[in-house]
């Protein structure tokens, strides 16, 4: 018999969830279920989460050509130098899927909204950022030349060293192509759509940092720590904020790839305390190590860290002044008005 003032069988029990009183069109609303997947999906959508996947499989898709190129190496088939040649392509070959399953999978957004977008653009903005680059090293090097802490002589160069400079420009493309699409195409942006721009470049210039420190070995000598502090501050300020600035990432992949390039192919200098091979000008360093960089080359020096902070600084302000900064009150406020 039903209770006609309940509408509920007097033979369930009294401790049913029934929602009370009945909603407006006098039916008993249905009790609410949890959602057994939002703790999952709450854990995979973290940042830190997917910043985590994303570094996880980009190194298992580079595994494959990875272990043929370190066993070539070891046993004295493959030098130094192209083992880091091929090591960098087998590491942006390994991004590139990860990226993509990252990209459909996870974030659900389409490659071109981790900062590949204006494809139309690119080869400008790419052209424009390698000017910037190339014009900030040699504003480096005119400071040491200036300050008598370098001297800077022609190089002889045989076809062999001419060919591997020309391998050498592809290099540093895709050592700038890797590690912008990386740090500040990934992992930037993944830390500023959840908690702003503030703390996701605070965050990309520490890790960017410190994921220098090894270049000189596993363990890390004084000159390699003050590089790894220093790269954070003057390439990782500069190659974020020139991602903001246009919210793409052709303009800082041009920079990075001539930074580097003239430093080491052009200037003669270690790139990030890797060794370079034949380079257009020798180099003769006279200066203490807080100027030159020492073994860890002049990004560790003084003079790179006040021109690369400072360009970093403009661009940043530009960024600012054009809306690009998102901060932690406008997500917050998006969401409640969303809700």
């Given amino acids: 018999m039903n209770n006609p003032q309940s509408g509920i069988d007097s033979g369930q029990s009294s401790n049913q969830p029934v929602d009370w009183p009945p909603a407006a069109g006098g039916e008993v609303q249905e009790p609410n279920v949890p959602n057994p997947w939002a703790a999952w999906s709450a854990f995979i959508n973290f940042p830190i989460t997917k910043i985590v996947l994303f570094f996880v499989m980009s190194v298992l898709f580079s595994i494959p050509l990875g272990i043929p190129l370190a066993f070539a190496y070891f046993i004295g088939r493959l030098s130094m130098s192209l083992f880091i040649f091929y090591g960098e392509i087998d590491a942006l070959l390994g991004a590139i899927p990860a990226l993509l399953i990252m990209a459909w999978l996870v974030d659900r957004k389409p490659i071109a909204a981790f900062g590949f977008r204006g494809r139309s653009a690119s080869l400008k903005e790419t052209t424009i950022g390698f000017l910037i680059g190339a014009g900030l090293m040699s504003l480096v090097f005119a400071a040491f030349v200036a300050g008598g802490w370098v001297r800077l002589s022609p190089a002889i160069l045989s076809a062999v060293d001419q060919r591997t400079i020309s391998r050498d420009v592809f290099f540093f493309f895709i050592v700038a192509l890797y590690e912008e699409t990386v740090f500040r195409g990934y992992f930037f942006q993944t830390l500023e759509n959840r908690w702003g721009s503030g703390i996701a470049l605070l965050s990309s210039m520490v890790v960017f940092g410190v994921l220098h420190i090894f270049n000189l070995g596993p363990n890390p000598k004084p000159a390699a720590l003050i590089g790894g502090l220093f790269i954070g501050a003057e390439a990782g300020l500069l190659l974020a904020a020139a991602y903001m600035l246009l919210r793409r990432l052709w303009l800082p992949i041009g920079i990075h790839w001539a930074w580097n390039l003239f430093q080491g192919s052009v200037y003669g200098a270690p790139v990030s305390g890797l060794p370079i091979g034949p380079s257009v000008y020798h180099a003769q360093f006279h200066g203490p190590t807080w100027i030159t960089g020492g073994e860890f080359g002049p990004e560790a020096g003084l003079p790179a860290l006040i021109i690369g902070t400072l360009v970093g600084l403009i661009f940043l ?18 969401k409640t008005a969303t809700a």
């Fill in 317 to 334: 302000r530009m960024a600012v002044r054009n809306g690009n900064w998102i901060s932690f009150g406008d997500l917050q406020g998006a």
